[in-house]
Nanobody
Framework: QVQLVESGGGLVQSGGSLRLSCEVS????????MAWYRQAPAKQRELVAGITNSDSTDYAGSVEGRFTISRGNAKNTVYLQMNGLKPEDTAVYYC???????????WGQGTQVTVSS
């Protein structure tokens, strides 16, 4: 069974940096794009950044210029480099993989990012 395994969250001071990793455990067949979402307490889950199989990227306006999404050489790992972190970036961050029609999307278990002021 294909799973997404996240790592790299933690506590950091405002202005600091963190790098999140998401590894596909199993076959990457059928995955067309991957993304990072986040959900803060009492808020809806929102898209942070996405990357397609052709390495086209997209960012939420609130993180553009501070966060960078990228893929590893083996294409089974996605990273989110977060610089210039702000307290409003505090949330649980989830990795997502969109797949071909007929295959359900995949979600990671989530990793907590906390930015102190």
């Amino acid at each position: 069974q294909v799973q997404l395994v996240e790592s790299g969250g933690g506590l950091v001071q405002s202005g600091g940096s963190l790098r999140l990793s998401c590894e596909v455990s199993g076959s990457i067949f059928g995955i067309v794009s991957m993304a990072w979402y986040r959900q803060a307490p009492a808020k809806q889950r929102e898209l942070v950044a996405g990357i397609t199989n052709s390495d086209s990227t997209d960012y939420a306006g609130s993180v553009e210029g501070r966060f960078t999404i990228s893929r590893g050489n083996a294409k089974n790992t996605v990273y989110l480099q977060m610089n210039g972190l702000k307290p409003e970036d505090t949330a649980v961050y989830y990795c997502n993989a969109a797949r071909l029609p007929g295959l359900s999307a995949l979600w990671g278990q989530g990793t907590q990012v906390t930015v102190s002021s």
